[in-house]
C-alpha cells in the first residue's frame, strides 16, 4: 500500500468520523429536545436547552472542523477541481449552507432559549416567547439537518 493510499484512508476515516459526530449529535440532540419540550417541566427544558448549547460546541463544531479539514485534505491529495466536480461543489455547497444556518439562526436562538429557561421555575409558566422562538428552532433545525443529510448522500453516491 503507497503512503499516498494510506494518507488518503486516514483523512477519509477522519472524515467519516467527523460526519458521524456532526450528524449524530445534532439527530440525537433533535429527539431529546423534542421530548424534553414534550415534559413542559422547567427544570427539563432548561438543562436540556444548556444542553443542546454544550453538545453543538463539543460535538457538532468538532464534527463539522474534522469534516472541512479532512475533506480539504482529500480535494488535495486527490487534485480533484473543486468546480469541475458537481457532487463535491453541491455538497459542500450544502453543508456551508447549513452551518450558515447554525450560525446566524440557530445558534441565536439558542442562545436567546438559554437565557429564557435560565429563569424558569416550577411556580411560573413558560413564556409564550420560548414556545415561539423554540418552534423557529425546529423549523430551521429541521433544515440544517436535512442539507447535510442530503451532502452525506452526495459524497457517497457522488452523481
Do not use: C
Amino acid at each position: 500500500m503507497s503512503n499516498h493510499y494510506s494518507i488518503y484512508l486516514i483523512l477519509k476515516s477522519l472524515h467519516l468520523f467527523g460526519m458521524v459526530l456532526f450528524l449524530g449529535n445534532i439527530m440525537v440532540t433533535g429527539w431529546w429536545k423534542f421530548f424534553a419540550d414534550f415534559t413542559q417541566h422547567p427544570h427539563t427544558l432548561s438543562y436540556a436547552q444548556r444542553q443542546v448549547m454544550l453538545t453543538d460546541f463539543v460535538f457538532s463544531l468538532a464534527g463539522a472542523t474534522i469534516i472541512v479539514v479532512s475533506g480539504v485534505g482529500m480535494i488535495h491529495l486527490q487534485k480533484l477541481d473543486f468546480y469541475q466536480t458537481p457532487w463535491l461543489l453541491w455538497g459542500t455547497g450544502l453543508f456551508a449552507l447549513s452551518g450558515i444556518l447554525w450560525l446566524f439562526i440557530l445558534l441565536p436562538l439558542q442562545i436567546k432559549l438559554a437565557r429564557l429557561s435560565h429563569n424558569f421555575t416550577p411556580e411560573a409558566p413558560i413564556p409564550a416567547q420560548y414556545w415561539v422562538l423554540e418552534k423557529w428552532w425546529i423549523i430551521v433545525g429541521i433544515l440544517a439537518t436535512l442539507l447535510p443529510m442530503t451532502t452525506l448522500f452526495l459524497m457517497v453516491l457522488k452523481p
